[in-house]
């Protein structure tokens, strides 16, 4: 045939391979990349938190469930130590897609890093203008799972550990929140929050429409 001066023979093959004539990335697969693992010593820098580092993680930690924070979101995005300096452990990462004020609606969706834990609050009525009733709050889980806490219903058997950096929890009924299910406030103004599994989570939030004059954490020293 006329092309058959084109063929290699298996034992050719095998000593092209062997012999260094074809590359390692021609014989072998590339490997998969390793996600970095990131720590308080990569968000602090002389006790002052890198936000920018943080959104490398928030990034990081949506690509690895097939999501991607596009530069409009990522320049967008609200992010939060609370004042912990903990954020390895404690904190938040939000898109907020819509508040509207007028017609009393707001979505968002959260991002949290493994084991991170949002701070125990509860939303309160804003009595000064412009005046609101208490937030009540349903969420969606995307990716991932989620410890819900709450202070309302029996206190659970288990309950995972809390960060010494935020201290004591009132919200003792904790319920896994798997990905796909959809739960909501158990009951206004009570105490609750939420903590990812060790590959993180990533959830979507419903409510109507809030300002942080609402918002009130159990942890005194928490800056909402």
């Known amino acids: 045939m006329a092309n ?9 093959l095998f000593t092209l391979l062997l012999g260094g004539g074809m590359t390692a990335a021609m014989a072998e697969p590339a490997s998969p990349t390793a996600h970095r693992v990131y720590t308080n010593a990569d968000f602090y820098v002389d006790g002052v938190f890198q936000k920018e580092v943080a959104k490398d993680a928030i990034a990081q930690l949506a690509e690895s469930h097939g999501q991607r924070i596009t530069p409009e979101m990522r320049a967008q995005l609200w992010i939060s130590d609370f004042g912990l300096h903990d954020f390895e452990h404690v904190g938040l990462t939000e898109m907020i897609w819509v508040n509207q004020q007028q017609y009393g ?47 309302i219903g029996p206190k659970s058997a288990e309950i995972p550990a809390i960060p010494k950096s935020f201290g004591p929890v009132r919200s003792q009924n904790v319920v ?43 942890n005194p020293k928490v800056a909402p």
Do not use: C
Request: charge should be negative; aromatic fraction near 16%.
């Open 4 to 12: 058959s001066r084109f063929r290699i023979s298996f034992p050719l």
């Open 105 to 151: 609606y707001y979505a968002m969706t959260m991002y949290l890093l493994p084991n991170q834990m949002l701070p125990e609050h509860r939303h309160m009525p804003i009595a000064s203008p412009p005046a609101r009733p208490a937030k009540h709050e349903s969420w969606r889980v995307l990716h991932g799972w989620v410890y819900d806490f709450s202070e």
């Open 176 to 218: 896994v929140q798997h990905e796909g299910e959809v739960r909501q406030l158990k009951q206004l103004e009570s105490w609750h929050f939420m903590m990812a599994s060790p590959q993180g989570a990533i959830v979507d939030e419903y409510g109507n429409w809030q300002d942080h004059r609402g918002w009130f954490s159990s």
